[in-house]
């Protein structure tokens, strides 16, 4: 069935470091990937998204392009702020249902 | 523009008793979805509804679980004789109609079911 591995964390990293969280996939056919974002608390908040491959989805300075010869969305950013502390899903879509990584924890330290 | 309204956020039970989880989706959107989320885990997939109808029922338990989306009012995913393993945030999302499997889901704040 499909599934989906992200990088074990947590990752704790200074203001304006450089982010990249791995995520690789199994799937069956061509499916939708993306990166889900939950802050404490809070459902979760869709970050970006890449529907076929060689797609970058992007949004708040966040990027990950759709590699399907690795079979991987790794997500990245350039400067990290502390705002950007929060857990982070990878998630891929097919036949409507999303299936979920196990997320990682981003502590980001002023 | 109200999002995916779920009610309550926090709900406490009794082993034994039931749990009734209700779900709002976004105006206009005529599918939703359930997911569990385990402390330290990533969100399972529970069950996908239209209009009074199950689509997928996949990842539903095969006993005391249930859902239904009625024409009138919120989903209600229901658990009956709740265990201690139940305790876990429920999320709710919702797509518009007509999604495929490139519409992004919405979700939301979830409701955080305690087993006492």
């Known amino acids: 069935g499909d599934s989906v591995t992200q990088m074990e964390g947590p990752v704790t990293l200074s203001e304006e470091a450089f982010l990249t969280i791995n995520c690789t996939y199994t799937?069956?056919?061509?499916?939708?990937l993306f990166w889900y974002v939950q802050y404490p608390g809070e459902g979760l908040q869709l970050l970006l998204k890449?529907?076929?491959?060689?797609d970058k989805g992007s949004n708040k300075g966040f990027e990950a392009t759709y590699r399907k010869e690795t079979t991987s969305f790794h997500l990245e950013k350039g400067s990290v702020q502390v705002s950007d502390s929060a857990v982070y899903f990878c998630?891929?879509?097919?036949?409507?249902?999303?299936?979920f990584g196990k997320g990682i924890t981003l502590s980001v330290r002023p | 523009n109200a999002g995916v309204m779920q009610n309550p956020r926090h709900l406490v039970r009794r082993r034994g008793q039931e749990a009734r989880l209700r779900c709002s989706p976004m105006k206009g959107h005529s599918h939703v979805y359930w997911y569990r989320q385990l402390p330290e885990e990533g969100l399972k997939f529970m069950v996908y509804l239209q209009k009074e109808n199950i689509i997928d029922e996949s990842g539903m338990p095969k006993e005391r679980f249930s859902a239904e989306f009625p024409k009138e009012g919120p989903s209600i995913l229901r658990i009956q004789q709740v265990v201690r393993g139940d305790s876990a945030a429920y999320f709710c999302a919702s797509s518009p109609s007509g999604a495929g499997s490139n519409q992004p889901q919405h979700f939301g704040d979830g409701t955080r079911l305690s087993i006492l």
């Open positions: 998630a891929l879509s097919e036949r409507s249902k999303l299936t």
């Open positions: 799937a069956t056919g061509y499916p939708s």
């Open positions: 890449a529907t076929k491959a060689d």
